[in-house]
């Protein structure tokens, strides 16, 4: 046998994680020499493997202990996932040779191996570890399952052996059995080994820290973005900010004293947090903005010295000098002198919010020494490592400081140990701004590569399209395209044109990463056409756009000194590249004022890198070009609820009011305009026109009800409030305004009674909102509105109707809605439970709509309404949808509406840190369905790993038929295994029609603490019964239990637990018939009675206590018949598994708790065999389970497991049936003996018989062997 030694960097690099911070590699260097210090001291094998274990608990935090003859193993959930074969640093005639791993030690580890695969069904092992307290060697565990596994003879061997354990004679025999076997065995096995010392340089310590870690030994998820959450940076600058996270995720206001939270705090008593939250994000996003200004301006040597520093800015009066004074205002127009390095961005950042235009201006802070941060990374820093507190401002631009505000991504490129800790780049910003600004919306942050991803694939379908139809070409990728259009000798100008016509939206746009990744997308696709005039080189990694020069240097903007410098040349043609596809292509909406402000703010980020410096008569003006008003493209509303169709012709829609809608939007982006305030007021008025000429038609009713409330409001109130009302609400201020004009009764003003005016005033803004509250697309963006014909549309319809020809002819359709070509984004994550107030909405307008449905389901629907014809959707949304119920009128619209393109199932990858939820990315266009295909891939973290996160690489994609698609289910399987499961459906009956058969859940307590008892508790209650007939009594009402976790396959691993059960209503009885149970539970009579069932409803005469039962009751009221349920034969199974654990109790035994349920009726054996059985977990898993829950396996809830369809016994198949049960017999009475008894042979007898009943081919039977 050959041995072949992987380098560690190699063996690390196929698990793709990060290295270690410098932090944590001398961190690990300190318990290195603790560990060795210590385990050295002794020479036996036991001691020295008991240091081991402390070492990687220490380091890691594993879980380890030996089991069974294993030396250590590392568990996850109690299933060993690493075995370790440890040996004395004495016995070198054991262990391996750095060369050759042929020994006693590796042996044995093909033993303990071989136990765990075979004897045990463990399906988890990762990785096998040969190991002393200084050498080891590790090997991935799929090495032992290519070459031992089913090797012919080491099973012939191991066959021979395993009926014993320990040191027995057959044991010995093995492994020399083995070891004459692998001298001669013609095969490789890869290896990775390392030493452990004092004097290993930083280097070998990152690699050996990096494979000893849970994303390697583990295979653990983990988050795959170089752009992710930065926790040290996000954790201090909460505490900073005065927030922080609770328990459950939550962003609220913290106590400590003098955080900027509590200096708004002290400057304006009675704040509202909604106000201070408001604030705190746009102070917080034009400070880093300002951070990455600042980077950016010392990267172009256009400064030499940092200005957010203390020196320039000593408080809170000059930072908002700075804002309003400096940022706000062109250069010529500013007051001081003080920052007039700093250049005008024309950036509405620095436009004052509502709050500060109600007077709450930065400027009223005090920055008073705030305590520093306990982890601080400022406590690294010699300057600062010393102090205790420091000064609000200083503390913050300290901080900022402290990390390194690059816009390049060289650093996270070159992965290396320099700085990737520090980096805080505007993805990284990105990723901080939606977890701060996230806290209610359900929203979550989507990785780079899910990003990056979604929008090539999209965006380049979009893009074949439009010039495919444009100018007749069948291109199917974008080199083909290139050669088309070189060949046709299109113009760049038709090209970019064309380019710039395509519409890209995102619902919920969040912190806008979608947006940013199809803005790169755009741009590499720019490059690939070859529209650019400079020459250079482009790619895109982790969200960032790289360029580098024909020396493949990659390129740095500084000041130029002539115009026609190549770096200045690149640089500003991609300022205008990108200002195009902002301006002309990106779209976005969110309900959340504060998720606009953010994803404007990314945009102008992604601008901001790329200004460039204005020459005038070939001179250097030293002044940066200005950004565009991003803005207009951004909107704030509610992307569900239009009041307005799509299709609705405009009671104002004229050529007239459609162009200077246009022509006012065009403006504002370019910042053609003298006052600001006055441009937006006359496209807010515009628009407004538009949408009130239809509400006023269809809301009659509404409207006069609001008149008269105006009326009443005018009349008790007169003008109180008006002016701070928002622009949104200028209906009801010229409303009222124009009332008190025509009225010569005017209340005192000191008579009103203020509370009052602002609750009658809300109360107007709820109801204006009911009426006008809606976004309507389908006046919201103008740039979606058709423009009139072109002039060569014009003179295409001349020449057509000179030839006679009056068909075809392009129709005017100014100002109509001609939709999106692309909707892409993550909709948010709310339960139906939190979105009770839009249902009545939802109900009415949406096909879709089911009470339970997840509000992610309506995107979809939405998505589609404003599509072009022929664009395309693609979102990733959590996969319940595609099996739960909820998800059926989704199903059945996708399909009868959609082509569906592509199928990415995420289960088991941990796409969101701050989520649970499984999910999918689905892509269609909008097209009715033919008899098409789609892409589709089950993605997990292994095939991630292999195609280095850029999913479109996998080589596991494939076509599947949409018509293999239900609304009842969408299963993903080829035509094969349709078929197949065709068939199963019309062999086996679902067990919901099987006579007598009852399944129930176990016994929901409501408080185990109370009810769930150990032995040494229940000897107590019923030694404390007064005589034996209470003793006899109290024993019945306490039963053996199990829990999810005890039960096996065929078998249980009892925990001695006991559970209190009895029916509903014994409260009445408890404590004069079983005083003893009464007294144990009385301890806890708290606890019992906070629960929600025991205060939820009011004391009635039949329930004279509050909520549903009283507090010494079981939870769910459970009745007489349903515990009767526990004392029959019955199945009990846990309903979270990741194979199948079904056991039969034919002794009644043991009652269940609530992860577990028991199922009851006839025929129990015979069913245990189908469920317990590989082929039937299968078919389970794959049609019924309602989706898996990745690694943790898949749920056998009642639902899905009534819907698992079984041969039903007949007079034919009775022979068969028999055979089965005898089986079960022979493998229960086994498990009964030894609960860890081989019963393989039987099951595999049992297979054959199932494939039997179901009447399976060979054939079908290889379909299935080959899936599972």
Sequence with gaps: MRFKLESLKDFAKKYHIKPPTKDIIENFKNQIKDFLKQALKQNQEEFQKNEISKFLKNVYNYETNTKDRIDLAIYQEDIVNVIFEVKSTTNKKEFPSSENLLSKAFYESILYFLRERKSKRNNFIKHIILCNAKEFFIIDAKEYERLFYNNKEINKHFKNCDKQEGTSTKTEVFFEKIANY????????????????????????????????????????????????????????????????????????????????????????????????????TWNNRILFLRLFESMLLSFEHIKKPFLSSEKI????????????????????????????????????????????????????????????????????????????????????AFLRTYDF??????????????????????????????????????????????????????????????????????????????????????????????????????????????????????????????????????????????????????SYKCPIREDDKTHLIQKELFECKKDIIENCLFGVDINPNSCEITKLRLWIELLKYSYYIFKESKNTHTLQTLPNIDINIKCGNSLISKIPINEPLHLQTQEEIRLYKKLEDEYYNGLYMDKKEHLGKIHKIKTNFINSYIREKYKKEINELHKNCEKYAKNYEEFGLEDLPLDYDYIKTYIKNILLMSMNFNPLENIDQAKAKEALESLKESYDEIFGGFEWRVEFSKILYSSLSK???????????????????????????????????????????????????????????????????????????????????????????????????????????????????????????????????????????DSYFKYLALDNENLKACQFHIALNTNFKELPQKSLSKESFTFSDENISALKAKIERIGTPLKDWYGLNINYGIKTGYNEAFIITTEKRNEILANCKDEDEKERTAKLIRKMLRGRDIKRYAYEWAGLWIIAFEFGSYKILEKDYPAIYNHLKKYKEKLQARGQCTNKPKTQQKPYLGQHHWLELDNNPTKEYLLQFEKEKIVYSEIVREPQFYLDTKLNF???????????????????????????????????????????????????????????????????????????EILKAKEQDKNADTKIQEDKINTLVYKLYNLTEDEINIIKNKE
Excluded: W
């Design 792 to 930: 060569e549309e014009i003179t295409q319809n001349n020449l057509s109707k000179q030839q006679g020809n009056f068909k075809n002819l392009h129709k005017d359709k100014e100002g109509n809605f001609q939709g999106f070509d692309l909707i892409i984004g993550n909709p948010p994550y709310i339960r139906q439970e939190e979105i009770k107030e839009l249902k009545p909405h939802l109900a009415k307008n949406y096909k879709v709509y089911k009470g339970t449905s997840d509000i992610y389901t309506y995107f979809y629907e939405l998505g589609f309404n404003v599509l072009k014809e022929n664009g395309v959707l693609s979102f990733i949304t959590s996969n319940k949808y595609t099996r739960a119920g909820y998800g059926e009128a989704l199903r059945e619209f996708l399909l009868k509406n959609t082509q569906i393109c592509e199928y990415i199932d995420l289960n088991g990858v941990k796409v969101f840190d701050s989520a649970t939820v499984d999910t999918s990315i689905l892509s269609f266009k909008k097209l009715k369905p033919k």
């Design 406 to 555: 690059t816009t390049t991504s060289k650093d996270i490129q070159n992965n290396q140990k320099i700085n990737h800790d520090k980096l805080i780049n505007s993805s990284v910003l990105g990723n901080v701004f939606e977890k701060l600004n996230g806290y209610k919306e359900g929203s979550f942050y989507t990785p780079s590569f899910i990003t990056s991803y979604m929008c090539e694939e999209s965006i380049k379908r979009v893009v074949l399209d439009r010039f495919n139809a444009h100018y007749g070409f069948k291109a199917l990728d974008i080199e083909e395209l290139r050669k088309e259009l070189r060949a046709d000798r299109i113009s760049k100008e038709d090209q970019i044109a064309l380019l710039n016509s395509i519409k890209i939206c995102d619902p919920a746009v969040g912190s806008g990463h979608f947006l940013v990744s199809a803005l790169n997308v755009m741009v590499k696709i720019y490059e690939q056409l070859n529209l650019f005039e400079s020459e250079f080189y482009l790619k895109i990694e982790n969200d960032e756009i790289l360029i580098q020069n024909s020396a493949n240097e990659y390129i």
């Design 182 to 281: 692998l001298l001669d065995f013609d095969q490789e096995l890869f290896y990775t080994y390392f030493t452990l010392d004092e004097n290993l340089n930083d280097k070998d310590l990152s690699q050996i820290y990096q494979i000893l870690s849970p994303q390697v030994l583990l295979r653990q998820k983990q988050n795959y973005d170089a752009n992710t959450l930065n926790s040290n940076f996000y954790k201090e600058l909460l505490y900073i900010l005065g927030l922080h996270e609770n328990d459950k995720k939550n962003i609220i206001l913290s106590d400590t004293p003098n955080t900027l939270s509590d200096a708004i705090k002290q400057a304006y008593k009675d704040i509202s947090f909604d106000d201070i939250f408001a604030l705190l994000i």
């Design 1151 to 1225: 009652y269940a708790e609530a992860t577990s349920f028991i199922l009851t009726g006839e025929n129990l054996k015979y069913l245990i065999a189908f469920l317990n059985n590989e082929f039937v977990a299968y078919i389970f898993k794959e049609f019924y389970a309602g989706g898996n829950l990745g690694e943790n396996g898949f749920r056998y809830k009642k639902a899905f497991l009534e819907k698992l369809p079984i041969p039903k016994i007949n007079s034919k198949n009775q022979k068969t049936a028999d055979e089965l049960v005898s089986l079960v017999d």
């Design 314 to 397: 000593p408080n809170f009066l000059r930072l908002s000098e700075l804002f309003f004074e400096v940022l706000a205002k062109k250069e010529d127009q500013r007051n001081t002198q003080e920052f007039d390095f700093i250049p005008y961005m024309n950036s509405s950042l620095f436009d004052k919010n509502t709050q500060e235009m109600q007077g709450k201006d930065i400027r009223s802070l005090d920055s008073k020494p705030l305590e520093i941060y306990a982890n601080s990374i400022l406590k690294k820093d010699k300057d600062y490592e010393n102090l205790k507190s420091l000064p609000l401002l200083e503390y913050l631009f």
